[in-house]
T-cell receptor, first 113, second 115 residues
């Protein structure tokens, strides 16, 4: 089993729709989680952190489910500009340093008119 | 946007030739990283640096070396390029250890093709 797994998509949704992605992780002791956004042929950029209590930023909501070992990203009222690949990032326990953080392969979202 | 510049942005080279990618930052951040991104693999860490002349290996370091003689510059060298090193290479920086900030700032990437 991969350390971090994401459905590659693409998720094709109409403007205004609500869409959710999950990201599963294998190490139950992982301690920190993040979502990054990567536009086509561009660099990844931090979208938001994922806290145990959940995290909301405008139309975006990130949640952590430790029991089932996954994090989720919910996008409400999708915009064309949300079209991108969304990468989940997991930091394992023990070292907890950047040298060990793991990126998922990403889920591609395409928002259409 | 964070001041990170990668050069060259695109390069085509032949198997067996040496290649050096440069990452230059103007943020004075302590930590610098080199990643490669390939379809189906996501971003994988090649090497990272936690200070001038302080570097360590990442997940996929074989065939790569790095050097950091100044805070602002982090060089990635492929001593003898192979076709398996065809990839998009991203440099990243962080002010402190990633676990505390949760944020890496990435450069725009360098697309390398090894024929």
């Amino acid at each position: 089993r991969k350390e971090v797994e994401q459905d590659p998509g693409p998720f094709n949704v109409p403007e205004g729709a609500t869409v959710a992605f999950n990201c599963t992780y294998s190490n139950s002791a992982s301690q920190s989680f993040f979502w990054y956004r990567q536009d086509c042929r561009k660099e990844p950029k931090l979208l938001m952190s994922v806290y145990s209590s959940g995290n909301e930023d405008g139309r975006f909501t990130a949640q952590l489910n430790r029991a089932s070992q996954y994090i989720s990203l919910l996008i409400r009222d999708s915009k064309l500009s949300d079209s991108a690949t969304y990468l989940c990032v997991v930091i394992p326990p023990l070292t907890g340093t950047a040298s060990k953080l793991t990126f998922g392969t990403g889920t591609r979202l395409q928002v259409t008119l | 946007d964070a001041g990170i510049t990668q050069s060259p942005r695109h390069k085509v080279t032949e198997t067996g030739t040496p290649v050096t990618l440069r990452c230059h930052q103007t943020e004075n951040h302590r930590y610098m990283y080199w990643y490669r991104q390939d379809p189906g693999h996501g971003l994988r860490l090649i090497h990272y640096s936690y200070g001038v002349k302080d570097t360590d290996k990442g997940e996929v370091s074989d065939g790569y070396s790095v050097s950091r003689s100044k805070t602002e510059d982090f060089l990635l060298t492929l001593e003898s390029a192979t076709s398996s090193q065809t990839s998009v290479y991203f440099c990243a920086i962080s002010e402190s250890d990633f676990q505390y900030t949760g944020e890496l700032f990435f450069g725009e990437g360098s697309r390398l093709t090894v024929l």
